[in-house]
Structures are given as structure tokens and as C-alpha cells.
């Protein structure tokens, strides 16, 4: 399994951006699918966008498309999350999360999962 690392969380205000970085260490990562979760509080862990190892295919939950943006550099072993025009409803716990093989939006087929950082975003 791939170890993960995130960071880049914070505190924001409505309409404002973060970029979140997520480092891997371990595994193969240039075959693996990486993905972005999101946990509010008192809400089950969300889907918010994954990339895929080949052809870097990336799918975006309907509540980020067009806000959010997910990338890889697989030689520095991270994936990253720029999130603009950022809403309260965003506020979270933003964890990355690795699979091999194609991408998906399930959550119970990714194998390794990070510890988390907190994105707040107030009004």
C-alpha cells in the first residue's frame, strides 16, 4: 500500500481558494488512481474528484465541476486540489486516497487513505 500525506488545508473566506497537496510514499504511484474525499461534520465521507494513472481521466462530484480542479505530477508523487470560489458548504475534512488500477468514485474500493486536513470556509 501507498502512504499519503495531505496538507494545504485552512481557514478561507466565501470565494476564495485553497490548494491542497497530497504526497505519496511507497507503492508504485504512477499506477495508481488517487482521489479527493470530503467529511462534514455529522455527514458521511463524499466523493469529490479522482484522477486516474492512465490517461490522468479526471471526474468531479456535480457539487465541485467547475470549481474544483484535480492534477497529478507523478514524478513528485502528489496529487493536488485547486479549489476556487469556495462556499461555507465546502467546510470539511479533505482526505486523498489511492487505489490501483482505473479510477472510481466508490469509496470502499480505495485502499489507502491519508489522514485528512481541515478546509473551513466562512461566510
Known amino acids: 500500500q501507498v502512504q499519503l500525506v495531505e496538507s494545504g488545508g485552512g481557514l478561507v473566506q466565501a470565494g476564495g481558494s485553497l490548494k491542497l497537496s497530497c504526497e505519496a510514499s511507497?507503492?508504485?504511484?504512477?499506477?495508481?488512481?488517487m482521489g479527493w474525499f470530503r467529511q462534514a461534520p455529522g455527514k458521511e465521507r463524499e466523493f469529490v474528484a479522482t484522477?486516474?494513472?492512465?490517461?490522468?481521466?479526471?471526474y468531479y462530484a456535480d457539487s465541485v465541476k467547475g470549481r474544483f480542479t484535480i492534477s497529478r505530477d507523478n514524478a513528485k508523487k502528489t496529487v493536488y486540489l485547486q479549489m476556487t470560489s469556495l462556499k461555507p458548504e465546502d467546510t470539511a475534512v479533505y482526505y486523498c486516497?489511492?487505489?490501483?488500477?482505473?479510477?472510481?468514485?466508490?469509496?470502499?474500493?480505495?485502499?489507502?487513505w491519508g489522514q485528512g486536513t481541515q478546509v473551513t470556509v466562512s461566510s
Open positions: 486516497a489511492a487505489r490501483p488500477g482505473f479510477a472510481t468514485m466508490r469509496r470502499d474500493e480505495y485502499e489507502s
Open positions: 511507497g507503492g508504485t504511484f504512477g499506477t495508481y488512481t
Open positions: 484522477i486516474s494513472w492512465i490517461s490522468a481521466n479526471t
